[in-house]
Every structure is written in structure tokens, then in C-alpha cells.
């Protein structure tokens, strides 16, 4: 599989954006995907994951009720839609897949895609 992800760019605090990650393979359904972001000068960490088959999602905490992760299985694209930012959700996101369902850690991911850049302005 690879992945294509855009979406990002510069929003107010309080604004959203969506973010999409469009895969390239046959058998979508069959990975598990995920969201990361590396903020400036920090480590790369989890956002959000949506399993294969069964599509149940899971969120770092500090994203709960403000990110949502959804697949549309037609389009063969995860998105990321992000709600109320903050400055602190100033980051480069990247999308992965093929990890094990409940393992978030960077490790796990074997597939990633280039990075979309989010800037959140106060």
C-alpha cells in the first residue's frame, strides 16, 4: 500500500480542517490506518486509528470529541476531521497503515505517507 495525504494548511484557533490519506492498493479494508503528528522540535505521536474490517477508531485522549477518523471504503481514503483547533495542534500529521490493531506506537506502522503541515495561528 502507499499513501497520499493532504488537507493541511493554515487555520484560526477554533477553525477545522479535514485532512485525507488516499491509499493506493486493492484490499483497503484489510489495514489498519492511523493518524500521527509530529509537532515542531517534538516526537512523532498518535492521533487517532481506524481498524481494519470491523472500522472501530480509537483516540489519543487529548483528541477525544474535538477529532473524528472515518474511511469511506469507495474512495479508498482515510480522513481526519479536526475540530475547535488549538495552537498546540500545530504539527506535521501523517498518516500510516498496516499496523496491529491496538499497538498506536510509530513502530508499528510499516506504511506511511509524506506529511501534511497544520498550523494553527492564536
Known amino acids: 500500500v502507499q499513501l497520499q495525504a493532504c488537507g493541511g494548511g493554515l487555520v484560526q484557533a477554533g477553525g477545522s480542517l479535514r485532512l485525507s490519506c488516499a491509499a493506493s492498493t486493492y484490499s483497503f479494508t484489510t489495514y489498519t490506518y492511523a493518524w500521527f503528528r509530529q509537532p515542531p522540535g517534538k516526537e512523532r505521536e498518535f492521533v487517532a486509528a481506524?481498524?481494519?474490517?470491523?472500522?472501530?477508531?480509537h483516540y489519543a485522549d487529548s483528541m477525544k470529541g474535538r477529532f473524528t477518523i472515518s474511511r469511506v471504503n469507495a474512495r479508498n481514503t482515510v480522513y481526519l476531521q479536526m475540530n475547535n483547533l488549538k495552537p498546540e495542534d500545530t504539527a506535521v500529521y501523517f498518516c500510516?497503515?498496516?499496523?496491529?490493531?491496538?499497538?498506536?506506537?510509530?513502530?508499528?506502522?510499516?506504511?506511511w505517507g509524506q506529511g501534511t503541515e497544520v498550523t494553527v495561528s492564536s
Open positions: 481506524v481498524a481494519a474490517f470491523s472500522g472501530r477508531t
Open positions: 500510516a497503515a498496516d499496523g496491529r490493531d491496538s499497538d498506536y506506537s510509530v513502530a508499528n506502522y510499516d506504511v
